[in-house]
């Protein structure tokens, strides 16, 4: 097969043997190509074989290093993913979680969550449709799922099979959650702070809970189920905080012992503070406040308030688990932001445990922007 083919020059070449997957648009010479074309690229003594994206800013994603992948190909590398989750999830009463996870899985672009029965199949960029239709073949021949489907906004195709009912309830290590995949944040649900969930649950036995932005309370799901004494549950979002009410009473919890509040999460720390009401253990899970290098200042900004106004409200030797799935601030970027959130607080903080995303979403050596949620478990203390 003869391939389009574009010289980077000798300076790139350490990135193609590195296997990063990326290749910026302003590294390419001009060229005539089309979007979802494949093409090869050398540097010196190194090539690398990727699909061309004409809008994205990452202007070629690179899969393989001689040849353009085939079927089988991509078969692989799905067995590979799912090789990886059936040894995770086997044992734990899980159907729910990444089954591919784009780039960490040798596939640059693609996501695929699987919910009970449903894959929930994203793309990244327009040239990424040209290789969907193989996933979509190699996905179907190693599970029995009832339908594949996609979501752009509120709209979910389904791409093969059928469309899922408009709440699916999915097991979470033995947890039951609500999950909607029409019209619910990420796929439906914030897979990636499985782990993180059950690391905090063992500290809430007997506390008194604080959980902002909650979406639908899958964090309060796990404080209340390791016997947490009260949690408090609050996200801006109604539909959020309702089905949260009904996580709690579909596990067994009786709702009315906690509290499901619709509220600014600023605003109500901001009360809190104001008012001296304080709780053992905070959980402080934001969205991501940057969507480019321009506004990573102005997002650890905010994280720095944000957290400044959460410590406050943490009792004396309490803890706090604060994370970031900003992918412009590092982990050492989000722990200065944490010291200097401490210090404006005139309070101590000890770090007991750190984390970023779930196994399900792997990182390679050769890819570390892989690793964009930062977790944080520290005790607050008072200053000395």
């Given amino acids: ?6 010289n980077l020059g000798k300076g790139l070449e350490p990135a193609l043997l590195s296997g990063h997957p990326w290749i910026y648009r302003n590294h390419l010479p001009k060229h005539q190509l089309r979007s979802g074309e494949w093409l090869r690229l050398e540097a010196a003594k190194a090539q690398a074989i990727g699909l061309y994206d004409g ?8 899969f393989r290093k001689e040849k353009v992948p085939d079927y089988q190909w991509f078969d ?14 086997a044992e734990r009463d899980t159907n729910a979680y990444r089954l591919i996870y784009g780039e960490g899985d040798y596939l640059p672009g693609i996501t695929v969550d699987l919910y009970e029965r449903y894959a929930v199949l994203q793309s990244y960029a327009q040239s990424i449709k040209t290789i969907v239709p193989d996933v979509i073949k190699a996905v179907r021949s190693k599970l029995k799922l009832r339908g594949i489907v996609t979501r752009e906004g509120q709209d979910l195709t389904a791409l093969w099979g059928k469309l899922p009912p ?41 506390k008194t809970v604080l959980n902002l932005f909650s979406y639908t309370g899958a964090f309060s799901l796990y404080a209340a189920k390791a016997g947490a004494k009260k949690v408090t549950s609050i996200d801006v979002t109604p539909a959020a ?3 949260a009410r009904r996580n709690f009473a579909l596990n067994g919890f009786a709702a009315d012992s906690h509290a499901f509040i619709t509220a600014d999460c ?7 503070v104001k008012q001296r009401r304080q709780f053992d253990v905070v959980i402080l899970d934001p969205p991501s406040l940057a969507k480019s ?25 309490g803890l706090i688990a604060t994370a970031s799935c900003t992918s412009q601030v590092s982990s050492a ?39 964009y949620l930062k977790f944080v478990l520290a005790r607050v203390l008072p200053l000395s």
């Fill in 266 to 272: 600023f605003k109500a720390l901001e009360d809190y």
């Fill in 55 to 62: 809008e994205s800013a990452i202007a070629v994603r690179l």
């Fill in 293 to 317: 290098k321009k506004s990573r200042f102005a997002a650890l900004r905010a994280y720095q308030k944000l957290n400044a106004l959460a410590l406050k409200c943490v009792k004396s030797g």
């Fill in 241 to 243: 905080i309702e089905d």
């Fill in 333 to 371: 970027d989000f722990k200065l932001m944490l010291a200097q959130a401490a210090s404006s607080a005139n309070l101590r903080l000890q770090i007991i445990h750190e984390a970023g995303q779930a196994a399900d979403h792997p990182v390679p050596a050769n890819f570390p922007e892989g690793r």
């Fill in 76 to 89: 692989a590398r799905v067995q590979e993913a799912l090789e990886l989750r059936e040894s995770l999830f």
């Fill in 1 to 6: 097969m003869s391939l389009p083919t574009l």
């Fill in 166 to 206: 408009p709440e699916l309830t999915v097991s979470e290590n033995g947890l039951k959650l609500i999950a909607n995949l029409f019209a619910g944040q990420k796929s439906g649900l914030f897979l990636d702070h499985r782990d993180n969930r059950a690391t905090v649950a063992p500290y809430c036995k007997d």
